[in-house]
């Protein structure tokens, strides 16, 4: 799935006096901070060095993660790495609540970077599943005020190739609760990614916790991501790993976890005027444009519509719930913001 913002057009709206249209305007989509637990239990198959085509779950992982955070599609981000069983991690969190990379229980490393690189080479699969202690880890290290950034999304991903199998709790109703209040408490979404051997059913009752949003089998490049699991769903599938199928899931959910947030553009050309903005969407990223529908807040939300976090004084535009789901269902998804100026 991609998102425009393109340099804004002149609208027959817009008047001469007022258009901002001709000059170049930049819009964002707010930006990601991922706090990743990675599963590193003996089931994830044979150890290998980044760069190599050993085919076992593991191997795929590691190389998947590391063509993520080298990616251009991950700039602007920013990633934090743990992984599970690790020694010295508890039931409680302790120990997955701080990170492996770049260490520490505060911080990200800024994407792209081959700053992980070195921890996927080092790690090698072995031990078992303590999947509460992963989610605790999650909990508080994402919960933590340090790692919630003004003006970027902070979410959690999951990554296990099984079933919870400790001495932890291994019911998956308690861990997706542990979830929910998470959520309920700071709004931060733990998206749950599962690779051959986790089962389907369990894996959405924690992603269901989680609340990541849901997502079709089919997205973008990405096929069958709910497994066995009725579509839509919440959890993500990516099988075997082969064919790179992790890092098109991650790159997918750090679109669908920022949700249809943009950040309000700038121009030279004045000072932009909020009530003479207008936000279209092309469906596939071809004309005809569809003009959405201008809304007071959230509660307010219409189908085809949109609006400001902030009236008086605008910092983002908020598609709403209807209108996101249809851009986010479209792997070409493209949006126009058209500014009008107070003036010159």
Known sequence: MSFFYDAPYRDSSLTGDSACAQTSATATLKPIDMYIVLDRSGSMGTDCNIGSATASKWCRAINALSTYFNSTAATGNAAALQYFSIGGG????????????????????????????????????????????????????????????????????????????????????????????????TAIPVFVIGMTGASDANLETMAIGGNGPLHPTNIGT?????????????????????????????????????????????????TINPDNVSVEYLQNGVPPAAALTRVTNAAACVANGWYYDNNAAPTQIVLCPAQCTTVQADANAKVNVLLGCLGG
């Open 90 to 185: 508890l039931c409680n969190g302790t120990g997955y609540s701080s990170s492996a990379v770049p260490g520490g229980a505060t911080g990200y490393t800024t994407l792209p970077s081959n700053g992980f690189d070195s921890s996927l080479n080092a790690q090698a699969p072995s031990g078992g599943t303590p999947t509460e202690g992963a989610i605790r880890g999650i909990m508080g290290f994402t919960g933590t005020a340090a790692n919630q950034r003004v003006g970027r999304k902070a979410i959690g991903i999951l990554i296990t190739d099984g079933d919870p199998s400790s001495t932890c709790d291994d019911n998956v109703t308690n861990l997706g609760n542990l979830l929910q209040t998470h959520f309920t408490s």
């Open 222 to 270: 990405a096929t069958g991501t709910c497994g066995a699991s009725a579509s839509p769903c919440r959890h993500w599938n990516v099988g075997d790993g082969s064919g790179n199928k992790l890092a098109e899931a991650i790159k997918l959910i750090a679109g669908l976890a920022i949700g249809c947030t943009y950040a309000m553009p700038t121009t030279d050309a004045g």
